[in-house]
């Protein structure tokens, strides 16, 4: 069975910082680029920042870039987003996904080519 498990989420004032982990099982998890997305309410999904399980690239949004950083644990099938200097704006629903890609990244795959998703877990940032 394929799981995607992400926790970390919570309640954090502005400037300070999470970790959020994305616990995957039941796939070649060498095979897939894990990605970090967000949906706040009233506002499209967005993608955050991704990783190549293959080769360790990374790619970050704008939005986040300097702030957050991608990492991955290829002995544990887990990846790590930790987000530094939180802004009210990044208030949402974190979700983690697999997409199969091998090699370098340059770009975000976009969502429609993730085969599993997470549950999503709550990021809150009060002013």
């Known amino acids: 069975e394929v799981q995607l498990v992400e926790s970390g989420g919570g309640l954090v004032q502005a400037g300070g910082s999470l970790r959020l982990s994305c616990a995957a099982s039941?796939?070649?998890?060498?095979?897939?680029?894990i990605g970090w997305f967000r949906q706040a309410p009233g506002k499209e999904r967005e993608g955050v920042s991704c990783?190549?399980?293959?080769?360790?690239?990374?790619y970050y949004a704008d939005s986040v870039k300097g702030r957050f950083t991608i990492s991955s644990d290829n002995a544990k099938n887990t990846v790590y987003l930790q987000m530094n200097s939180l802004k009210p704006e990044d208030t949402a629903v974190y979700y983690c996904?697999?997409?199969?890609?091998?090699?370098?990244?340059?770009?975000?795959?976009?969502?429609?080519?993730?085969?599993?998703w997470g549950q999503g877990t709550q990021v809150t940032v009060s002013s």
């Open positions: 990783i190549s399980s293959s080769d360790g690239s990374t």
């Open positions: 039941g796939f070649t998890f060498d095979d897939y680029v």
């Open positions: 996904a697999a997409a199969p890609r091998n090699g370098p990244i340059a770009t975000m795959p976009r969502w429609d080519e993730y085969d599993y």
